[in-house]
């Protein structure tokens, strides 16, 4: 590749247009909408895991792409989501964040329609009123949304016409879950929410490369100095998901507890998994404990976080202390990492809003964690979703150019075939 | 004399251990401002433990956000990095009202709530978090310590993260 003639953040690099990015992606109204429409509403979207409505009639209320839903699980068993709109004009029907279904109903506050846990109107009242139009409770309800979960996380989708979740996440993916997620029954024992002043897309960047490990003062001392670690790499898989290989953690250069013993399921001693599926679900297992980060992207440059600790279900009660602990070393409000993550996109958001940065390189091409294919991973697949060309957005649509990496074959390491439109 | 009735030179000592105890909360709560934290961490046994506790609806649990001894609460805070204190170096202002005194002898339980407010550089002021102090103390050689202080957090949207004690 040719070195670029200049590069200051503000002049169009001459790269290959996979290897940079216009940073209006990050703040432009228009990108936003699209993306909800095409992103956010059209995938999987991660909104909780099975444990945390583990009885029927349990609920909790869950926003996906701007709607608010009712995640309920019914008298059967299943998982159901349904618009939190009531039928009638439209009132919010479910009102407080989690909860169990009184005899299993739901009753609108407003003019008191109410509904079961399947979403089915059980009474209108007064219908008498309705003799003379079509209104029939048979034919009222709360309209449905698509939920399939996979290890206990609960997906759901607004698109009616997306392919299956099975299908979304593909075979190898869901292999790569597997450890820890899909072995035993686990449980959420953290939930907490953060409002990230920057895009939602900067926050997933934070899982998405190696590269800025050397921010963390834990994982600089902790991982990155280990040979082992450097032959860590990614793997891209199709759909703009990526897991990276598994690594081994130094906690005792941090003067930390070794994590060796009450592993979660298929973790090794010390063990590392990333997993991050697109578009904003990052899952990270740090041998004892497992984590869940989610978004709830609420403008161009705000992002509501959503973070959950996991750990096994039936853990004894010192067993679940270390993992708390563990937990808290790392995460959560209090943690080592996060807060240093927040800090680096909310900085980089500072410039990229007021304009000062144009354009961002994610050019890295290396064996090893650094490089930089995984971001290219997600954003082809964001191209393709978007129909937006990441690196130039005045260049308009990119239609069915091919760009996106949606082959079967996941690809390890480096490049995925950059597009030949190079704009430099 | 009934063996109830709390005598006028009682009464004094019962009010002179409250003000000491009262005086005590609002020192803890200006050497966290101030980031004067080993007169903070003086004010705690050699045992004693710090914890920040919150509840959420969606789990059944309430949770811990950080748990740690005296000692252990020392060693993260001397072990910040330089980004660290970056972040979380904003003024900090907590405004604590006493709520609750209870003394029992060598041991007492106070309850206060309070209001902590952040100031960044640019001079602006906004409540970073709300909650309570539940404290346990204990007197050993005339000096009351803390045993246990429970930071209990009503905030659970924190808009700036750090290990500091809240
Ligand atoms: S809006 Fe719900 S019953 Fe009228
Ligand atoms: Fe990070």
Redesign the interface.
Known sequence: MNLPARLDGRTRPQLPPTHYLDNRIYTDPDVFETEKESILAGTWRFV?HAS?IPEPFDY?LVTVAGHELVLVRGKDGEIRALYNSCAHRGARVVR????RLEQGRMTCFYHLWSYDDKGRCTGISRPSGYRESAVRKDATGLKPVRVETMFGLVFVCLDEAAVSLREFLGEAVIEAMRTPFGIADLE????????I?ANWKLFVETNYEGYHEL?H?LNRTTGVAQQEYQARQWTNHKRGHVSFDHARISYGN??YEQREANMMPGMKPNGHVVINLFPDMLLNCRSTVARIDSLMPLSPTRTLLECRGLGLAGDTGTVRAMR??HH?QVW?????N???D??AVQAQMRNMENGSSRYSVIAREEEGPMDDSSLRNFYAEWSRLTGCRPHDLNSGRTGDTGDGNTGDAATRGTDLNPSPDNAG | MLDNVTTEPEMAVEMAEQSALKRLIHASARYLDDHEFHAYLDLYREEGVYSIVTKAPELPEPMIWMQRSRAELQERISAMSEHEWEIAGVEQTRIVSVDIVEVNGATADTSSSFALYHTGQEGLTSCYAVGRYDDRWEKAADTWKLGNRRVMLKTRQLDMLSPLPI
């Open positions: 909780c945390e909790r407080t964040a989690a909860g959420v024992f953290h939930l907490h929410r953060t409002e002043k921010l003062l941090l003067n708390v602990r808290n959560g409000p209090t943690g080592i996060l807060a240093e927040m800090w």
